[in-house]
């Protein structure tokens, strides 16, 4: 692991591939010129190309923390920012009462200072430990509330956050920010225009092939240049949800367990409840005729 940043392209694309994640260059030049920059990197792509995996590889390649933030409707500044420690503070008031202190201006001063401050994911990004400035994951922000965004703002401009109580609090050095969206939502230009933009694509057989020789690393040479072709054929039908490099790899790992050499109908059938993951998809899919989508790879 380095905690030097890469100084190049093909540094990128060198550190990444170590760590089992293959890039693509168009990728590996958007991550270089956001690192130069000290720009946040927003990816949008299809569920299950590699968005969340790329920050968690980049973590792990610079040695440094990952800070990750789950997006979810209702997610609120109390659990993405911070919140107050009421449970301690009402302790710190009982027992400044029975010490007999009276000062209400220095006690309400006390209670509300950082030793009373419980940091979460956004607020613990700008905070530096002796790794350096940690990863910030924020993942799936379009399951988020639209007012959400604002409180992303201040941070991803000037990496700092402002608390009311105690002041503007910045880092000192800025965090690597990922953000990562499956387009199920617009996400308002006023965030994008604080980032560098990058759409994560299905990637082309050549690098799907080298993906799943690295995540599945014992497979039969055969049958993963044979799945890949079948996950590139299914890809170009009409379906809600199509399949994702996860689930290659898923599909390609279940096909090792249940000791396949090769592809036919009937392994094609009763495993495809690990490509599709609508019930509407697999019945589409069993009426197309397997054998032909066979004959393709």
């Not at 792990?60 to 109390?78: F, W």
């Not at 027992?95 to 200072?113: N, R, T």
């Not at 990637?203 to 240049?225: C, F, Q």
């Not at 490099?245 to 090792?256: F, N």
Request: negative net charge.
């Amino acid at each position: 692991m380095s905690e030097e940043t890469p100084q190049s392209v093909n540094d990128f694309l060198g550190l990444l591939s170590q760590n089992s994640y293959i890039a693509d260059r168009n990728l590996a030049t958007t991550l270089f010129v956001s690192f130069q920059l000290g720009r946040p990197l927003f990816i949008e792509g299809e569920a299950g190309v590699g968005k969340t995996e790329l920050a968690k590889v980049l973590s792990l390649s610079l040695g440094r923390n990952l800070v990750r933030l789950q997006c979810y409707e209702g997610l609120d500044i109390s659990s993405a920012v911070y919140e107050w420690n009421y449970a301690r503070q009402m302790i710190e008031i009982r027992l400044s009462e029975a010490a007999g202190e009276i000062d209400q201006q220095k006690l309400e001063v006390e209670l509300f200072s950082k030793k009373f401050l419980i940091p979460r994911p956004l607020l613990q990004s700008i905070e530096t430990d002796s790794k350096g400035p940690p990863v910030l994951l924020i993942d799936e922000i379009d399951r988020a509330d639209e007012p959400f965004e604002a409180f992303l703002l201040e941070l991803l401009s000037d990496f700092q956050i402002t608390i009311p109580e105690i002041g503007t609090l910045k880092a000192t050095k800025p965090p690597i920010v990922v953000i990562t969206s499956n387009r199920t939502r617009e996400i308002h230009d006023a965030l994008k225009r604080r980032c560098l933009y990058h759409w994560l694509d299905y990637p082309k057989a050549d690098r799907e092939l080298a993906i799943l020789k690295t995540r599945v690393p014992g497979l039969d040479a055969n049958l993963a240049k044979n799945i890949v072709n079948f996950v590139q054929n299914i890809r170009k039908l009409n379906l809600f949800k199509l399949p994702g490099v996860a689930e290659t790899i898923d599909w390609a790992r279940s096909l090792e367990v249940l000791n396949a050499k090769s592809l036919d109908a009937s392994l094609v059938d009763t495993t495809l409840g690990v490509l599709l993951k609508y019930q509407d998809d697999i019945e589409s899919f069993r009426k197309e005729d397997i054998e032909k989508l066979l004959e393709k790879i």
